[in-house]
């Protein structure tokens, strides 16, 4: 088994350049555990500038990239250009998902373009509560999963898979240690071979309070922390309960 616990904190569009910097500054007031990898993404706009703050433990990602190499893409930014400043891309978090905007399929181009480039993808998937209650929500997670390995080939286990429920996100409602414990090993199933090598993140309200429950679950391997990724005492807890 080569799966190491992982803690990303996406900042989504917040920070002024000198938020961002401190928050920076703050974040790597503390130690990082042994056998962890911490990952910040900042806005585009402040990658460069963030980059230069850091020290060793704490790494660095983008939110997003382009399925395309390059070309007449107004505003998109490859996975290429990224590679030049960080190591790490967020995919098909659900903010992009939303009404439609990213397909499966283009989610999948994405990951192997950052794959191609030589950046390691969290790729995210989650259903929605109309889904959930339905009893859908394994269908619908297992064919986001489907699409992002087809896409990645079947060989390739340089990715990160982050299961966000949407109704989750942003709500303060996560949800519970054994149902991101459950759909979480039902990704790793799906992953096949892949399962033992590649992490999977829970995501979803994930605070100091609740963060040492899903880090305790057997196919948990890490946290996507998004409000709390924001406030550094918040932040740095959630890696302490690792
Ligand atoms: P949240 O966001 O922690 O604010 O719910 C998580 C995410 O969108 O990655």
């Not at 790597?28 to 060793?56: C, H, K």
């Not at 930014?77 to 939303?98: F, K, M, N, T, Y």
């Not at 790729?123 to 619908?140: L, Q, Y």
């Amino acid at each position: 088994m080569n799966r190491r616990i992982l803690i990303a904190g996406n900042w989504k569009m917040n920070t002024t350049r000198n938020e961002a910097l401190q928050l920076i500054t703050a974040i790597q007031q503390a130690p990082v555990p042994d056998g962890v990898d911490v990952v910040i993404f900042p806005p585009f706009v402040w990658l460069e500038a963030v980059g230069r703050s850091l020290r060793d433990q704490v790494q660095l990602g983008a939110q997003d990239c382009s399925a395309e190499a390059r070309g007449a893409f107004t505003g998109q930014v490859s996975a290429e250009q990224i590679r030049e400043l960080c190591d790490w891309v967020i995919v098909g978090h659900s903010e992009r998902r939303r009404d439609g905007s990213e397909s499966n399929e283009l989610v999948g181009r994405k990951a192997a373009a950052a794959i191609a480039a030589g950046l390691t993808p969290i790729a995210c998937v989650g259903e929605s509560i109309e889904t959930r209650e339905s009893g859908r929500a394994e269908a619908f997670v297992g064919s986001q999963i489907d699409a992002i390995l087809e896409a990645a080939g079947p060989d390739t286990t340089d990715l990160v898979i982050a299961y966000e429920p949407i109704w989750a996100i942003g709500t303060g409602v996560s949800a519970t240690a054994d149902d991101a414990q459950a759909m979480c090993a039902f990704i790793r199933g799906r992953l096949g071979r892949r399962g033992e090598n590649v992490s999977v993140l829970y995501g979803g309200s994930v605070v100091p309070e609740n963060a040492s429950a899903y880090l305790a679950q057997n196919d948990v391997d890490g946290l996507l922390v998004g409000g709390a990724s924001l406030k550094a005492d918040q932040f740095l807890a959630i890696v302490g309960a690792c």
